[in-house]
T-cell receptor, first 113, second 112 residues
């Protein structure tokens, strides 16, 4: 079975550019999470969706960040405009129901110059 | 918001020995789930073990076991017969419904 698929694996961009990260959750999973990982702040929950609906986006840093889940098999995290402090590894994870473990993608490493 | 605390930023263990990683959490809920994840240098997050709060019996997965103390809100991970491949960052996590929080992690080094 395919796991959580994220793209791109690596992204290098210049400050001010728009960045879009993509995620395909495991088929049948109804919860999707976006996390950001940095050395300084560890793993931060940015937003999670349940049945494609954003439930809590209080972790989204600011208005430059937005996330969508147009259907059960696809989600995007967009940063516009990007800044150097956005450099991090962004993880997408999915789970079945409210009690299961999260299955993580391999992460997207973003570098903003 | 629930918080998860891992008080040991780094730990070291000799190959074949046993090591225990600590985790405490803060919650007012009685029904929740706890997890330990491993993150090797490849950065893939891998589930090691899970514990349901309503179960008194400590979870075990081969060389990995937990000591779950619900009243103390403590959830430690014991790794027996440590192997070189166990070297990684280990994250403790708490889940209540769709809210899942992670600790800051413990970096485990395994010495040959």
């Amino acid at each position: 079975d395919a796991g959580v698929i994220q793209s791109p694996r690596h992204e290098v961009t210049e400050m001010g550019q728009e960045v879009t990260l993509r995620c395909k959750p495991i088929s049948g999973h109804n919860s999707l999470f976006w996390y950001r990982q940095t050395m300084m702040r560890g793993l931060e929950l940015l937003i999670y969706f349940n049945n494609n609906v954003p439930i809590d986006d209080s972790g989204m840093p600011e208005d430059r960040f937005s996330a969508k889940m147009p259907n059960a098999s696809f989600s995007t995290l967009k940063i516009q405009p990007s800044e150097p402090r956005d450099s991090a590894v962004y993880f997408c994870a999915s789970s079945l129901g409210h009690t299961g473990e999260l299955f993580f993608g391999e992460g997207s490493r973003l570098t903003v110059l | 918001a629930q918080t998860v605390t891992q008080s040991q930023p780094e730990m070291s263990v000799q190959e074949a020995e046993t090591v225990t990683l600590s985790c405490t959490y803060d919650t007012s809920e009685s029904d929740y789930y706890l997890f330990w994840y491993k993150q090797p240098p490849s950065r893939q997050m891998i589930l090691v073990i899970r514990q349901e709060a309503y179960k008194q019996q400590n979870a075990t997965e081969n060389r990995f076991s937990v000591n779950f103390q619900k009243a103390a809100k403590s959830f430690s991970l014991k790794i027996s017969d440590s192997q070189l491949g166990d070297a990684a960052m280990y994250f403790c996590a708490y889940r209540r419904n769709n809210d899942m929080r992670f600790g800051a992690g413990t970096r485990l080094t395994v010495k040959p």
